[in-house]
């Protein structure tokens, strides 16, 4: 079974600055998807940004940005210019690229990173 | 909504009553997803279906069942057979790739 690790509970950046969250996972497949979802006091997930295993470039959504190391099997994110808006609960969460049963599984998450705004 | 939606938002139940969380999509999306998060957690996968009358187990399946009897809707019962269901249900959908869209979640408390 795949493992997500998220070893950072908290973050706190300045507002404006940039800040990393990390993200490690566990797995036997070459093939997969990962994704960092937001979740802010509202508690609705929000895509953050997505990434597929098999594509070398790293992905890029106007100011988030990951750093995707397959071999280490880690996947960052990177946070630019950081504003209050940005202050949530964020997930790193893995998807098999493979199909079981006629479908595909769920995903599978990390405990979180509060990233906490300082003004 | 991002095209879907789940109701009520917050619920109530007594010890040994099931319940019914309600949610619907309006995507035509053929994949639909339970998933359950504890204080602290991340989500855990408890249903998810493909198509029309078929659904799988998740990680945490006991006490709980769903049913997919319409493409857009997607129900979960929680069953006074579940242990501990104090907890915020969240479903989600998606199209036969891989992204997941989440809808806003229904907070459910036992009394």
């Known amino acids: 079974a795949q493992t997500v690790t998220q070893s950072q509970p908290e973050m706190s950046v300045q507002e404006a600055e940039t800040v990393t969250l990390s993200c490690t996972y566990d797995t036997s497949e070459s093939d997969y998807y990962l994704f960092w979802y937001k979740q802010p006091p509202s508690r609705q997930m929000i895509l953050v940004i997505r990434q597929e295993a098999y594509k070398q470039q790293n992905a890029t959504e106007n100011r988030f940005s990951v750093n995707f190391q397959k071999a280490a099997k880690s996947f960052s994110l990177k946070i630019s210019d950081s504003q209050l808006g940005d202050a949530a609960m964020y997930f790193c969460?893995?998807?098999?690229?493979?199909?079981?049963?006629?479908?595909?599984?769920?995903?599978?998450f990390g405990k979180g990173t509060h990233l906490i705004i300082q003004p | 909504d991002g095209g879907i939606t789940q109701s009520p938002k917050y619920l109530f139940r007594k010890e040994g009553q099931n319940v019914t969380l309600s949610c619907e999509q309006n995507l035509n999306h053929d994949a639909m997803y339970w998933y359950r998060q504890d204080p602290g957690q991340g989500l855990r996968l408890i249903y998810y279906?493909?198509?029309?009358?078929?659904?799988q187990k998740g990680d945490i399946a006991e006490g709980y069942s769903v049913s997919r009897e319409k493409k857009e809707s997607f129900p979960l019962t929680v069953t006074s057979a579940q242990k501990n269901p104090t907890a915020f249900y969240l479903c989600a959908r998606s199209t036969r790739s891989d992204t997941q869209y989440f809808g806003p979640g229904t907070r459910l408390t036992v009394l």
């Open positions: 279906s493909q198509i029309v009358n078929d659904f």
């Open positions: 969460a893995y998807r098999s690229a493979l199909e079981t049963g006629g479908g595909a599984d769920g995903l599978t």
